[in-house]
């Protein structure tokens, strides 16, 4: 997805924990296109890197074929300000997995591991077989 590098993000590991459940990790260096001009990260940008963290991770744990197809819900919450200049760990996880809908949450972090901004999501699965 070209927005998530031209705001400053990149994702880097991807698996399944012991439960087969994804996750993602990746990072956010804020470029200018991602802030206001005081530097400071827009809400907007947020929201697309946290719901892309979710899709990462639930396609993490799919199989074949299957994929996402939609989000269907996603809720963002900002605790603290990202800026131009810093480097944020960004990771996303699956929470529940069903056969049609996926339920994840995805975290911005600073350097010393405080909550910069949270999301979760309800997604649409799309079984390659269906």
């Not at 070209?2 to 459940?21: K, N």
């Not at 899709?55 to 300000?81: Q, V």
């Not at 809908?101 to 997604?123: E, L």
Request: glycine share 10%; charged share 20%; hydrophobic share 40%.
């Amino acid at each position: 997805m070209p927005i998530i590098h031209a705001v400053g993000g990149s994702f880097r590991s991807y698996g399944v924990d012991g439960e087969d459940l994804g996750w993602v990790q990746g990072l956010f260096e804020p470029l200018e296109l991602a802030c206001n001009p005081h530097g400071t990260v827009q809400a907007g940008v947020h929201a697309v890197l946290l719901d892309a963290a979710m899709n990462f991770a639930i396609n993490a744990a799919l199989a074949g074929r299957d994929r996402t197809n939609a989000t269907i819900e996603m809720s963002t919450e900002l605790m603290r300000p990202a800026r131009r200049g810093e480097a944020y760990d960004v990771r996303g996880e699956v929470v529940r997995l069903t056969r049609q809908i996926a339920h994840a949450q995805a975290t911005i972090t600073d350097a010393q591991g405080k909550f910069v901004s949270r999301g979760t999501g309800t997604f649409l699965v799309h079984r390659a077989d269906d």
